[in-house]
C-alpha cells in the first residue's frame, strides 16, 4: 500500500471553490474523506474564511433570486420573506391557544415536615380538560337550596 500524502492547503482551496464550498464534493474531488476536509476546516483559519466566503455567496445568490420573485408576486416568496425579513414589523405566525374549556392547574404539595420518599411528587400538574371533581361547596344534583 502506497503512503498517503499530505494534501496541500491551495489544493483543497481550489477544490472548495470548485465544489462551492461543499465539502462532501470537495473531499470527492480529493479523493479523501470528508472527515478529512472538516478536519482541515477547523485547524485552518485561511481555509474557513474561504469556506464561509463561498457559503456567504451562495446566500447572496439566494437572496437575489428571493428578490426577483418578490418583484415578479411570486406570492410563496412575498409570504416567505414576511415570515423572515417582516418579522419586526409584525409579520409572524402565532398560535392562539383558546383557554375558555380549560380546567386551571392545580398543584399538590404535600404537607409532611419530612421529605418524600423518591417516587412522591413534590408538585403535579394537571393541564387540559380532565374529569369534573366536584365541588365540596356545590348542592347535590337535582336539588337546589
Known amino acids: 500500500m502506497k503512503p498517503r500524502r499530505r494534501i496541500s492547503s491551495i489544493e483543497i482551496e481550489r477544490a472548495l471553490r470548485a465544489a462551492d464550498g ?18 482541515r476546516l477547523r485547524a485552518e483559519p485561511k481555509l474557513r474564511e474561504v469556506r464561509d466566503e463561498l457559503v456567504e455567496s451562495f446566500v447572496d445568490l439566494a437572496e437575489t433570486q428571493l428578490r426577483r420573485l418578490v418583484k415578479k408576486g411570486n406570492l410563496g416568496a412575498v409570504i416567505f420573506t414576511l415570515r423572515t425579513l ?7 405566525e402565532r398560535q392562539e391557544v383558546d383557554m375558555a374549556n380549560v380546567e386551571p392547574i392545580r398543584f399538590y404539595i404535600p404537607k409532611k415536615q419530612a421529605l418524600p420518599d423518591d417516587e412522591e411528587p413534590l408538585a403535579t400538574i394537571a393541564v387540559g380538560p380532565s374529569p369534573k371533581e366536584p365541588d365540596p361547596e356545590a348542592p347535590p344534583d337535582g336539588n337546589v337550596h
Do not use: Q
Open 86 to 92: 417582516g418579522r419586526s414589523r409584525g409579520y409572524v
Open 22 to 39: 461543499i465539502v462532501v464534493l470537495t473531499a470527492k474531488k480529493l479523493g479523501v474523506d470528508p472527515s478529512t476536509i472538516r478536519r
